[in-house]
Each structure stands twice: as structure tokens, then as C-alpha cells.
């Protein structure tokens, strides 16, 4: 029975993550601590290997969705290498400053962090993207009913928020994906499918550089790993499939709802 649940938080994750571009992680960092004193096959988690064994799954989460996207033809290559750039030193500096850390400050800062993106994409609508600048790069896409939208962004500023995206990734074994899909979509203008898309393919990067980290440093819980990267797995397809059938509006608002209720759990629990 312990085994079925676990295959269905990595479904559910890889689902919910590759449907936002979050990565899964959202999912799994908090149903590994929480289930870990209802399950005993879970034993006493700690943050560190909650957060490592989050990103092990990413990778396959992240593998999974991309190869579904890249038919779909609606991941930005060159953005993603870009991002990259930023988000994978970052992802470095976050398992340095994950080493130690206290669960229930964990838990809270946690928390806080992803309803902070929740109100961000609330009031999404009353900001307007970043004027494009000489310099800058540019893209277009065609989004699901014909019109091309042109969005863009300077290196510097993409690679330095990618780089706190990055962090966050390896502090918190989410993928970055709740701080990288908003900040694609409100500051560089890019079409919400696109954004998930491409922030599925660099959180794939990102999580093989922090998990290789996390399992330098012993952070890494095999069993739990074997018993989800099946669901995540097939989640990653499921998610992708779903993402390319809903509006973009409808993503949007999926993800700022279920960031608020996440959110709301893990203070509690902090707390508690």
C-alpha cells in the first residue's frame, strides 16, 4: 500500500509539474515530510533528503515533458541554454545553504516563498512586460489560435534572475519553476504555453547539476526514488499532453490556486 501511495505522489507531481512548468517538486518535497509520520517505509525525513530526492525525480520529470514538448514544437531552445547559464551556478549555491537547515524554518520559508508567487501571478494583468531594448533579444511564437507574439529579454537580467531561480532550486528541490514561469511571462513577455515549455526543459538541466550535488553529499533517498520516478515519469507526458489542450489563461490560474493552498499547508505545518 506504502509503495502505491508513493507512485502516486511522483504521478501527481509529474503530473501538476509538467503541466506549470514547476518541475513536481512542489509536490513531492512537501508530501515526503508531511507522509513521513503516517508512512513508515518514509521514516523520519529531513529537508536535505526530501529536497535531493525531489530533484533526482526532476530529471525525469523534466526529461519526460520535454521530449512531449519539443513535438509540440513550443520549447524555446535558446532561452533555455540562456537561463541556464544562470540557473545552474545558482543551483550549486542553493545546495550549499540547504545543508543544515531547520525543518520548521524550512517548512515556513517554504511556504511564504510560493504564495508570494501566487500573488505575483495575481496581479499579472496590471504589469506590462519589459520594453524590448536594442540590445536585447528577441523571439516570436505562434500562439494556439494563430496570432504571433513577439517577447524578449536582455541576457544579463534573464541569466541573473535564472541564477536566483537556480538557488531556489537547490534549496528547496522545487525546480524553480514557480519563480521562472512568472518571471518569463510578466518581465519577458512570453506566451504562458511557452514559458512551461521552456522552463520544463531547463529545469531538466538544473535538476541533473543539483541532484548530482545532493548525492555527493549523501542527500539522496534511493528507495523513495525508485518507488516515484515511474509516476513521474508518465506524469511528465500526461502534463505536457494537458498543457497543450487548455488555454493559456486556464494554466495560469491552475497554478496561481494550487500555489496558494501549498503554501497555506506548509506554513501550518511549520508552525504546528
Not at 86 to 110: C, M, R, W
Not at 111 to 134: C, D, E, N, Q, Y
Not at 242 to 271: A, C, W, Y
Request: charged share 10%; proline share 3%; hydrophobic share 55%.
Amino acid at each position: 500500500m506504502e509503495w502505491i501511495v508513493l507512485l502516486i505522489i511522483g504521478l501527481v507531481a509529474g503530473t501538476l509539474g509538467s503541466l506549470m512548468g514547476l518541475g513536481g517538486g512542489i509536490i513531492v518535497v512537501p508530501a515526503l515530510m508531511i507522509l513521513s509520520s503516517y508512512l513508515v517505509i518514509l521514516g523520519d525525513v529531513t529537508p536535505q533528503v526530501a529536497v535531493g530526492t525531489s530533484l533526482l525525480i526532476m530529471i525525469f520529470t523534466g526529461l519526460s515533458s520535454t521530449l512531449t514538448y519539443l513535438k509540440q514544437k513550443t520549447v524555446d531552445l535558446r532561452s533555455a541554454f540562456i537561463f541556464f547559464a544562470g540557473s545552474g551556478p545558482g543551483a550549486l549555491v542553493g545546495v550549499y545553504f540547504n545543508s543544515g537547515i531547520d525543518t520548521k524554518i524550512f517548512l515556513i520559508i517554504f511556504g511564504a516563498f510560493i504564495i508570494f508567487i501566487s500573488f505575483v501571478l495575481m496581479i499579472r494583468k496590471h504589469l506590462k512586460p519589459l520594453k524590448l531594448t536594442k540590445t536585447g533579444i528577441k523571439r516570436d511564437y505562434q500562439n494556439e489560435v494563430g496570432d504571433t507574439i513577439e517577447y524578449g529579454y536582455h541576457p544579463v537580467l534573464a541569466i541573473s534572475i535564472a541564477f536566483i531561480v537556480g538557488l531556489c532550486s537547490g534549496l528547496f528541490g522545487i525546480g524553480g519553476g514557480s519563480i521562472m514561469v512568472p518571471a518569463m511571462i510578466l518581465l519577458f513577455g512570453f506566451p504562458p504555453h511557452r514559458a512551461v515549455a521552456t522552463s520544463m526543459f531547463m529545469i531538466f538541466l538544473s535538476a541533473i547539476l543539483s541532484s548530482v550535488s545532493h548525492i555527493a553529499l549523501g542527500n539522496v533517498n534511493w528507495l523513495y526514488a525508485l518507488a516515484l520516478v515511474p509516476g513521474a515519469w508518465f506524469g511528465g507526458v500526461l502534463g505536457a499532453t494537458i498543457n497543450q489542450r487548455i488555454k493559456s489563461d486556464t494554466v495560469v490560474n491552475i497554478l496561481r490556486i494550487f500555489l496558494v493552498i501549498i503554501g497555506i499547508r506548509l506554513i501550518f505545518q511549520g508552525l504546528s
